[in-house]
C-alpha cells in the first residue's frame, strides 16, 4: 500500500536533523527536484491514521481513509518517474520493474517468512492451510482479488487473517504493472496522456460510485474502483511536467478570485499565499473524512473525494506551504513516513496474530488498549530494524541485477512453501493423537445452511428465495423459521426432529435479524426480506414460526412488532429462540487449547474456558417480551449449559462438536439441541 516511496529519498539523514535539502537520485536522469520532505510527512500522517484505526477502532473510526492517502501518493510519485522517463526517452521497464522488485519485496519477503514460521507452529490445519493462500496472494500481488473472492457472512474475522492489509499492496502493484506499459503505447500512438488519464480516472469513479452502495466489497477491493484514486495524483504530476505555466496561472487566479470575493476589487489586501490555503483546505478535506466515515460507510463512494481531494491539495500546495513547511516537514514525521512501508506490513500481522494465540483471553473485541499500545510500539521497532538492516542495503547498495533474481527466487520460494502447505491441508501432519481429527474437521456450513437459496447472502433480495427448495406435503402443518443465520443454523435440528410433523419452511438472511421495519446497515436488502417473509406470513398462514437471531443488537427491542404482526393475521404458534452459547474464539481451537493443558489429555465434553456467558444476560428481557405477548421462549443455554460449562460435543467424535467457529452450531448440534425442544 504504502510502498510508493520515490526513487529519490535521500540515503541517510543530513547532519542538520532535516530533510529539507536532502535528494539521492537512484538514476541520472531522475531529477532531484522531486523529493518532498512534506509528502514524506503526509505518508506518515496517513500510515499514522490506518494504525490507529487497526490498534485503536473506537477512537479512529474513519482511520481506514489513509489508505486512499496513500493511492493519491503513489499516484503522483510513480507518475512523475514515468513521465521523467518518456520525456527523456529513458523509460525501460526492466529498469523500472527492478527497482520496484527492490523496493517492494525486501521487507514483504520479511514478514511473508515470519508469518509461515509463526503459522507453523501456532495455527491449526485450516487457519494455517487459508494463511498459506494468503501467503500466495501476497508472492503475486492478488490479496485484493482472493478477498473479494472469499468475502462472505461466513468467512473469518477480518482480524483473524494476519496479512489481509496486503490487498492494498496489491491494488499498487497492479498499478505499477500496468501504467507504464499503457503510457508507452500511448506515448508511442501519439494519444494524449492526459486525456487517457483523465478518461480512466472517470471511467474508474463511475464504477465506484456504481459499486459502492450495491456490491460494496467490489468497490472496496477492485482496481476497477479504485483506479481514479491513483489516477488523481497521476493528473496532477502530468501538469508539473507538461503544463507547468498552467498550474502557475491556475494558482495565480485561485488568489486573485479569493481576494476580490473577500475584499474590495480595487485593493490587494489578501496577505495568504494560494499555497498555504490550498494546504489548509486538503487538511479539512481529510479532517472531514475522518469525521465522516466509519466501518458502515458505502465506501469509497462520494466520501472517497474527501481524503483523496484532500491529498491532492495538499501536495499541490506545495513544499513551501506554511503547513507543509513547518508541520509535514517536521523531521519526526518525515522519519515515520520514510518507515511507512515496513510499518504498514508489520503492525497489522502483530495484531492480528494477537487476536488469533489470545482471543480465548481477549474475547472477541480488540485486545485492551495497553496491549495494543505495546504492539504499536513494537511494529514501530521491527519497521525501523527492517528499514536500516533489510531495505537500505538492497535498495540503496551497489546496484546489481543478482539482487533482483534472488529476491525474485525468494518470492517464488516462500510462495512455493505456502503452495504446498495449501495442497497438503495446512500440513495436518504437524498434530498427532485424538486431538487431530477435532483440528481436521472441516464443516460445510454453505450446504448445511443452505446459503444462496434459503439463506440469503447480504448481498442478495427476497427474490433469491424462489429457488429455495423443500419438501412439501400439502397434508401437513407448515413451521416457518424466521431470521439470520442463527435460524438458519437450527434448520438441520428442526428438519430431523419435526420434518415428520411439519414442512420446514427456511426464510433466513444474513446480518438480518426477524425484525420488520428495521434497516440494517451491513444488510441493505434485510427490509425487504422481512417485509416479503411477512407477506408470506400473511398468505399462508404458517401454523408455526420460529424467531431466531444474534439478540444482542440494537434491534431486538423491536421484536415486539413482529410478533404482533404475526398476531394480527391469525399466528398465535410462536417460538421465540434465546441466545446461543458465545465462544471467545472458534470452538475447535478452545478445545484443542483446553486438551494441551489438560494434564491427562483429555478432550472436554463441558467447557467454562473460552466461554462468554455476558450474552445469556439478554435472555430475561427477551423471555419478558415474549411473556406479555403470550408466546413461548425457549432458552438453548438451559439444553445446552450446566455449571460446569457449555456442550462442546454430544458425541466421540469430532463430526459432533457442537459449534464450529464462535457460536453458529454444526449439523450435530443443531440436531441436539432442537431434540430437546417442546414437540407442540
Not at 536533523?17 to 539521492?24: D, E, L
Not at 515515520?336 to 502483530?350: D, Q
Request: with cysteine; glycine share 6%.
Amino acid at each position: 500500500m504504502i510502498a510508493s516511496n520515490i526513487e529519490t529519498m535521500p540515503d541517510a539523514l543530513p547532519p542538520t536533523g532535516t530533510f529539507s535539502s536532502a535528494c539521492f537520485a537512484v538514476e541520472a536522469h531522475v531529477p532531484c527536484r522531486h523529493y518532498r520532505p512534506d509528502i514524506d510527512g503526509l505518508r506518515a500522517i496517513a500510515m499514522l491514521m490506518v494504525v490507529g484505526f487497526h490498534a485503536f477502532p473506537k477512537w479512529f473510526t474513519g482511520g481506514y481513509i489513509g489508505v486512499d492517502i496513500f493511492f493519491v501518493i503513489s499516484g503522483y510519485l510513480i507518475s512523475l518517474i514515468l513521465f521523467d522517463g518518456l520525456r527523456s526517452n529513458h523509460l525501460n521497464l526492466i529498469e523500472f520493474y527492478s527497482r520496484r522488485i527492490k523496493r517492494i519485496f525486501p521487507a514483504l519477503l520479511l514478514v511473508l517468512a515470519v508469518s509461515y514460521i509463526v503459522g507453523w507452529f501456532e495455527l491449526l490445519p485450516n487457519e494455517f492451510r487459508f494463511l498459506s493462500k494468503h501467503i500466495m496472494g501476497g508472492g503475486s500481488f492478488s490479496t485484493n482479488f482472493m478477498l473479494w473472492m472469499d468475502s462472505g457472512y461466513f468467512d473469518a474475522d477480518s482480524i483473524d487473517k494476519p496479512l489481509l492489509h496486503l490487498w492494498s499492496l496489491a491494488v499498487e502493484e497492479q498499478f505499477y504493472i500496468f501504467w507504464p506499459i499503457v503510457l508507452i503505447l500511448a506515448n508511442k500512438w501519439r494519444l494524449n496522456l492526459l486525456s487517457l488519464a483523465v478518461v480512466i480516472g472517470v471511467v474508474s469513479f463511475g464504477v465506484n460510485l456504481h459499486d459502492a452502495p450495491t456490491n460494496q466489497i467490489a468497490a472496496f477491493y477492485s482496481p476497477l474502483s479504485r483506479a481514479w484514486e491513483l489516477m488523481l495524483g497521476a493528473v496532477f504530476a502530468y501538469f508539473i511536467h507538461y503544463a507547468p505555466n498552467a498550474f502557475a496561472n491556475a494558482k495565480r487566479q485561485f488568489k486573485i478570485s479569493l481576494d476580490r470575493l473577500i475584499f474590495d476589487h480595487s485593493a490587494n489586501h489578501f496577505q495568504f499565499e494560494p499555497e498555504g490555503l490550498l494546504s489548509l483546505f486538503g487538511v479539512a478535506f481529510i479532517i472531514a473524512g475522518l469525521c465522516a466515515v466509519s466501518k458502515e460507510t458505502h465506501y469509497p463512494g462520494w466520501y472517497g473525494l474527501l481524503p483523496t481531494v484532500g491529498a491532492l491539495l495538499i501536495i499541490a500546495a506545495g513544499p513551501h506551504a506554511w503547513f507543509n513547511r513547518k508541520i509535514l516537514s517536521y523531521s519526526a514525521l518525515v522519519k515515520i513516513g520514510l518507515i511507512s512501508y515496513p510499518l504498514y506490513l508489520w503492525h497489522w500481522s502483530l495484531l492480528s496474530y494477537a487476536h488469533i494465540l489470545y482471543a480465548h483471553l481477549l474475547g472477541a473485541s480488540t485486545p485492551p488498549y495497553a496491549i495494543s499500545a505495546g504492539l504499536v510500539a513494537a511494529s514501530f521497532v521491527l519497521a525501523w530494524g527492517t528499514y536500516i538492516v533489510v531495505e537500505k542495503p538492497i535498495r540503496f547498495g551497489n546496484p546489481s541485477r543478482q539482487k533482483v533474481l534472488v529476491l525474485i527466487g525468494l518470492m517464488i520460494g516462500i510462495s512455493g512453501a505456502a503452495l504446498y502447505c495449501y495442497l497438503n491441508k495446512g500440513l495436518e501432519n504437524r498434530f498427532t493423537g485424538p486431538i487431530k481429527d477435532y483440528l481436521l474437521f472441516d464443516f460445510d456450513q454453505l450446504k448445511a445452511y443452505r446459503a444462496g437459496t434459503c439463506h440469503l447472502y447480504a448481498d442478495q433480495n427476497d427474490s433469491a428465495f424462489a429457488a429455495c427448495k423443500s419438501p412439501f406435503d400439502a397434508k401437513k402443518p407448515t413451521l416457518l423459521l424466521w431470521g439470520d443465520s442463527y435460524a438458519a443454523h437450527l434448520y438441520a435440528g428442526y428438519l430431523a426432529n419435526f420434518g415428520k410433523q411439519y414442512n420446514i419452511v427456511q426464510r433466513t438472511a444474513s446480518l438480518c435479524p426477524p425484525i420488520v421495519g428495521v434497516e440494517v446497515v451491513r444488510n441493505p436488502n434485510c427490509q425487504d426480506i422481512n417485509d416479503a417473509t411477512l407477506e408470506y406470513a400473511r398468505q399462508f398462514k404458517p401454523d408455526k414460526v420460529v424467531l431466531s437471531a444474534v439478540w444482542a443488537s440494537a434491534y431486538w427491542p423491536k421484536l415486539y412488532v413482529t410478533i404482533r404482526e404475526l398476531q394480527r393475521n391469525g399466528i398465535t404458534n410462536i417460538d421465540v429462540i434465546g441466545s446461543m452459547p458465545l465462544w471467545n474464539d472458534a470452538l475447535p481451537r478452545l478445545v484443542f487449547l483446553k486438551y494441551k493443558s489438560d494434564v491427562g489429555h483429555q478432550i472436554p465434553t463441558r467447557m467454562n474456558f473460552g466461554l462468554d456467558r455476558t450474552v445469556f444476560t439478554l435472555d430475561p428481557r427477551l423471555k419478558a417480551i415474549a411473556v406479555k405477548l403470550k408466546v413461548r421462549f425457549i432458552q438453548p443455554e438451559n439444553i445446552l449449559c450446566d455449571d460446569s460449562g457449555c456442550l462442546t460435543r454430544v458425541g466421540d467424535t469430532a463430526d459432533t462438536m457442537t459449534a464450529w467457529d464462535r457460536g453458529h452450531l454444526t449439523t450435530a448440534g443443531s440436531e441436539y439441541l432442537v431434540e430437546h425442544f417442546p414437540k407442540n
